[in-house]
């Protein structure tokens, strides 16, 4: 089965200040995608960024920008310029790919973000 | 295009009662997954359903179950409700084979 781990429950960063968010997983697939949720205080679950397994180059979204390791099975989230509206929850997410016996989605604990003004 | 929607987004109960939510996904959507989020256990996976069928489960009792309609819309229900069920239940719609869920608002249940 496969597990995230985020290891950082709660970080706080400065407004216009770089934060980076650390996530691992486990798994032995190797067809498979990953992703950066948000939860703000509105409970709304919000696409962050995504990255697909066979491709090496990282994906980048605007501020968000991730550092996909497969080998160390590590998938950091770098927020650039951070805002206050970034203030949320965080989720790291794993999907393999879809087979007959459904889609999979496996989410970390989460790391509560705090952006200060 | 409408997102995700759920219904209700408030509910009250109290131990023993069931209680059935409904989750309404993007058109054009087939796969609909459950999730409930408490504190303690953070995001935990219910069930899936893609063409009325449901390809996966979670790891919860009996007293959690669902369904979906041809038109792809989905309820779940939970029978003799407990007060450790009170929880954020969230629903999430995806293409299949999309790699990508879109979530609804989610419903607050409260168990008394």
């Known amino acids: 089965a496969q597990t995230v781990t985020q290891s950082q429950p709660e970080m706080s960063v400065q407004e216009a200040e770089t934060v980076t968010l650390s996530c691992t997983y486990d798994t032995s697939e190797s067809n498979y995608y990953l992703f950066w949720y948000k939860q703000p205080p509105s409970r709304q679950m919000i696409l962050v960024i995504r990255q697909e397994a066979y491709k090496q180059q990282n994906a980048t979204e605007n501020r968000f920008s991730v550092n996909f390791q497969k080998a160390a099975k590590s998938f950091s989230l770098k927020i650039s310029d951070s805002q206050l509206g970034d203030t949320a929850m965080y989720f790291c997410a794993f999907m393999k790919h879809a087979t007959n016996y459904g889609q999979n989605f496996v989410f970390g604990p989460g790391t509560r973000l705090s952006v200060l003004p | 295009k409408a997102g995700v929607t759920q219904t209700p987004r408030y509910l009250i109960k109290t131990r023993g009662q069931q209680v059935t939510l409904s989750c309404s996904p993007i058109s054009g959507h087939r796969s609909v997954s459950w999730y409930q989020q408490t504190p303690g256990q953070g995001l935990q996976f219910l069930f899936e359903y893609f063409s009325e069928t449901q390809r996966n489960k979670g790891n919860f009792p009996g007293r959690f179950s669902g369904r979906q309609f041809s038109n792809s819309r989905s309820e779940m229900n939970v029978s003799t409700l407990e007060l450790g069920d009170s929880a954020l239940y969230l629903c999430?719609?995806?293409?299949?084979?999309?790699?990508?869920?879109?979530f609804g608002p989610g419903t607050r249940l409260t168990v008394l």
């Open positions: 999430a719609s995806s293409f299949w084979g999309g790699n990508e869920q879109f």
